[in-house]
């Protein structure tokens, strides 16, 4: 853990990865809202991104202009805006005893930077260290599906400058984040997407069940309501992102 959270009522630090399309966005709310449900304070977060200068760096990213963009100014690029995040939401939501759920962290730059880009482990691992200022996830649950089909539920609205790379590339990021899993079993946990979210959920929240007792203690149903809303905000959200264009 990081020496920067010193309260003992220190809060837990979720992380969602995997590759392009897997469904991660869907699946942080709805354990937002079991866990919610289950009276804990969620803080949900996305990695590049989630605070002004973080969305920024974000927007330069994914934006596919920017093909001749060096894989080590990408690195860099998400460290930037890594460390705002941690420094600006995420340390502080941590000590005041809240659940911070991060779309992506340090594993994606290893699978996409370190493997895919080919930076190498070493590297990347270091500029980690630097980017999260230490900090570590409490557990991370990376989703799997088919990687074609991933990709093109992905980009079905135009791919960005990440989406559109070679299936060569989506397909190394998917095996790094496998040997990621084989390599810290106790924090990683690969989740297989279902074919309905609900059975998604119920398999994501029974590899973190032992960090929410009170969550599972209580009777959760997922809703087509609940779907719904979590559906229109995302619309809502792309519609405000391809307003800003």
Same mark, same amino acid.
């Given at each position: 853990?990081? /020496? ?5 009522? =220190? ?17 942080? #709310? ?16 996305? /990695? ?20 001749? !963009? ?14 705002? !995040? ?9 000590? #005041? ?6 779309? #992506?962290?340090? /594993? ?8 895919? =880009?080919?930076?190498?482990? /070493?590297?990347? #691992? ?60 106790? =924090?990683?946990? !690969? ?55």
């Amino acid at each position: 853990m990081s /020496d920067s959270i010193s309260n003992t009522k =220190r809060g837990l630090f979720i992380t969602f990865e995997g590759g392009e399309g897997v469904g991660k966005s869907t699946q942080i #709310r709805l354990l937002a809202a079991r866990l919610e449900a289950g009276g804990y304070q969620t803080v949900l977060v996305r /990695d590049p991104g989630g605070t002004v200068i973080g969305e920024k760096i974000r927007a330069i990213l994914l934006d596919t202009a920017n093909t001749d !963009l060096d894989a080590t100014s990408e690195l860099l690029l998400y460290e930037a805006a890594r460390v705002q !995040l941690v420094t600006e939401h995420i340390i502080p939501a941590l000590e #005041r005893g809240a659940v911070v759920l991060c779309d #992506r962290f340090t /594993d994606s730059t290893m699978a996409y930077q370190g493997f895919a =880009r080919n930076l190498g482990t /070493d590297t990347v #691992r270091q500029a980690n260290i630097i980017g999260s200022k230490g900090l570590i996830p409490d557990r991370t649950i990376v989703l799997t599906r088919d990687v074609e089909s991933a990709l093109k539920r992905a980009s079905k609205d135009g791919p960005d400058r990440l989406e559109a790379e070679s299936i060569g590339f989506h397909k190394k990021v998917h095996e790094a984040f496998a040997a990621i899993a084989a390599n810290e079993p106790d =924090r990683v946990r !690969l989740v297989a997407n279902r074919m309905y979210k609900a059975e998604t959920a119920e398999a994501v929240f029974n590899e973190l069940s032992d960090l929410f007792p009170q969550a599972a203690e209580i009777a959760f149903t997922i809703t087509p309501e609940l779907i719904g809303s979590i559906k229109r905000e995302k619309q809502g959200r792309l519609r405000d992102t391809l307003g800003e264009m």
